[in-house]
């Protein structure tokens, strides 16, 4: 079975300081990668996503980056936070890399990031 | 461009009723796919049920089924004998067919609460 992860749970940050948020897949070869943003109460947004390693396509960038070192995981950076990058921030697989697929996601837990 | 409207922002009902949301789309492409995704108070963001834009047919999946109508792109959730745990929000997404690593768009969400 396929497993999804994100780390860390929780981070309390201050603006200006830098910033890397995780995602791991397991149990699931190849797949497209996604990041999305959720403000408190909000919709999800998403950022980055990526159909291979080390290929990563902007959707909203929001002054972070994304980078896919391996397979299996997809990071989210920034150097400098700002109080707007405050939010739920969701890693989500699907089939891929064909476009054939319904595009259904399955998320990971997310993390929780509060800017101060 | 593709869109995606909730416009309930939250409904109340008692436990063991029916509930039913709305949710209406914008797209130009003939093939899509419709999904409603449930995320709980912890912020796990859970999929429910899809509809694809070829099939007449109404989806179901246990207690959940869709309302389906193609000429006003609409596709309502229908959630019957709500129980307690069926609080949260639910979202309604959309994706194209073809879109390659594009992901899903998601609306704003309806807030359910179920009442004993």
């Known amino acids: 079975a396929q497993t999804i992860h994100q780390w860390p749970v929780a981070e309390i940050k201050a603006v200006g300081s830098p910033l890397s948020l995780g995602c791991t897949i397991k149990g699931k070869s190849s797949p497209n990668l996604y990041w999305y943003w959720q403000a408190t109460g909000g919709t999800l947004q998403q950022l980055f996503y990526?159909?291979?390693?080390?290929?990563v396509e902007s959707v909203v960038q929001l002054n972070l980056s994304a980078s896919r070192p391996k397979d299996d995981q997809f990071i989210l950076s920034t150097e400098k936070l700002l109080l707007s990058h405050s939010g739920f921030y969701l890693c989500a697989w699907s089939l891929g890399p064909t476009s054939q697929g319904t595009g259904q996601l399955y998320f990971g837990e997310g993390s929780k990031l509060t800017v101060l | 461009a593709q869109k995606v409207t909730q416009t309930q922002t939250s409904i109340s009902v008692m436990e063991k009723t029916t509930v039913t949301m709305d949710c209406v789309y914008e797209t130009q492409d003939s093939s899509y796919f419709l999904f409603w995704y449930k995320q709980t108070a912890s912020g796990e963001i859970v999929f429910l049920i899809r509809q694809d834009s070829y099939k007449k047919e109404n989806a179901t999946v246990g207690h959940y089924s869709l309302n389906f109508q193609k000429p006003k792109s609409s596709i309502g959730l229908i959630i019957t004998a709500t129980q307690i745990e069926d609080s949260a929000v639910y979202f309604c997404a959309m994706r194209e067919g073809g879109q390659g690593g594009r992901a899903l768009i998601f609306g704003t969400g309806t807030t359910v609460s179920v009442s004993p």
């Open positions: 990526s159909i291979t390693v080390g290929q």
